[in-house]
Nanobody, 119 residues
Framework: VQLQASGGGLVQAGGSLRLSCRHS????????MAWYRQPPAKVRELVAS???????NYADSVKGRFTISRDTDKNTLFLQMNSLKAEDTATYYC??????????????WGPGTLVTVSS
């Protein structure tokens, strides 16, 4: 599975950005997709995830501001980010997990897209 994220850039605090992640996998085996981010000099953290049944989960720091969604026809994952804050500045990574009938899993990561929020 290959992942390619786009949509990052420079935005002023209070503004919005929409990240997209196109993947080459199949929704039959991908049971979870997510966005992670890694701020400068910090560890990577989960931002939001979505399951095959469209169950979503968000980090407390982004609840009410970010929305994760997917377009199954276009094999694309989205992250709508509103009311951006300087602390949202990070490299954002798209993630996908394949789970097979055996229970084995494979994790896939995209190359990351930089989001910079100026205060």
């Amino acid at each position: 599975v290959q992942l390619q994220a786009s949509g990052g850039g420079l935005v002023q605090a209070g503004g919005s950005l929409r990240l997209s992640c196109r993947h080459s996998g199949s929704w039959f085996t991908i049971d979870k997709m997510a966005w992670y981010r890694q701020p400068p000099a910090k560890v990577r953290e989960l931002v939001a995830s979505i399951g095959r049944d469209d169950t979503t989960n968000y980090a407390d720091s982004v609840k009410g501001r970010f929305t994760i969604s997917r377009d199954t026809d276009k094999n694309t994952l989205f992250l709508q980010m509103n009311s951006l804050k300087a602390e949202d500045t990070a490299t954002y990574y798209c993630y996908a997990r394949d789970t097979y009938f055996s229970g084995a899993t494979d994790d896939y990561w995209g190359p990351g897209t930089l989001v910079t929020v100026s205060s």
